[in-house]
């Protein structure tokens, strides 16, 4: 089965810092790839995906996310954070042909004004 | 506006009585899913179902159950709550096919004493 891995659980920030994320799965095929935000109080929401094609995916807000088959990563990154970035986010992924999404156990970052 | 309602929000019950969380969808969505979120966690996946009367075992399944009589609700029973159960449960659904993230709902907190 497949695992993911968020090796920062807690990332602290001051605003207009740059962002970068850790993912890192475990599953040897080919996969797909997501990040998701939790906002404090809030459900999860999709924040960007990738199946295929361009490595480099954008998604909502400012985020992107670059996927490096041969380092088995999914790396979340944001240039310029800001106070409402403020959240926890996980990485996720599935093996291709299969629905069931596995979760990684999540990155709060807290973005200091 | 189609959405993903979970109910109640919060529930307060005791150890060994039987509870049922409502989870209801108007996306027309084919896969339904139940997460649990612990702090040191992330989501583990406790049930998931591909369409009506599919359902499926996920990573924490003991102790709970779910039915699917219809495309809309997943509802999620514990058959006799224990406090390990103390948890905030999401509900989340998808169109059928690999390709697509997930809509989770508002949550449930529950807290078993």
């Known amino acids: 089965a497949q695992s993911v891995s968020q090796h920062n659980h807690h990332v602290i920030l001051s605003e207009a810092a740059s962002l970068e994320l850790g993912c890192n799965y475990s599953y040897g095929g080919t996969v797909n790839l997501f990040w998701y935000v939790q906002y404090p109080g809030q459900h999860l929401q999709l924040l960007l995906k990738y199946f295929s094609g361009d490595p480099l995916v954008k998604g909502i807000k400012g985020f992107e996310a670059e996927f490096i088959k041969s380092k088995f990563s999914f790396n979340l990154r944001k240039p310029s954070v800001q106070w409402s970035d403020t959240a926890e986010y996980f990485c996720a992924v599935n093996r291709k042909g299969y629905q069931k999404v596995t979760f990684g156990i999540g990155t709060k970052l807290q973005v200091i004004p | 506006d189609a959405e993903i309602t979970q109910s109640p929000r919060h529930k307060i019950t005791e150890t060994g009585r039987q509870v049922t969380l409502a989870c209801h969808q108007t996306w027309n969505h084919n896969n339904m899913f139940w997460y649990r979120q612990d702090l040191g966690h992330g989501l583990r996946l406790i049930h998931y179902?591909?369409?009506?009367?599919?359902?499926n075992k996920g990573e924490v399944s003991d102790g709970y159950s779910v039915s699917r009589s219809n495309t809309e609700d997943l509802p999620l029973t514990l058959e006799s709550a224990a406090s390990s159960q103390t948890s905030v449960y999401f509900c989340?659904?998808?169109?059928?096919?690999?390709?697509?993230?997930?809509?989770f709902g508002s949550g449930t907190r529950l807290t078993v004493v």
């Open positions: 179902s591909y369409g009506v009367h599919d359902t």
């Open positions: 989340a659904s998808s169109p059928a096919g690999e390709a697509y993230g997930y809509t």
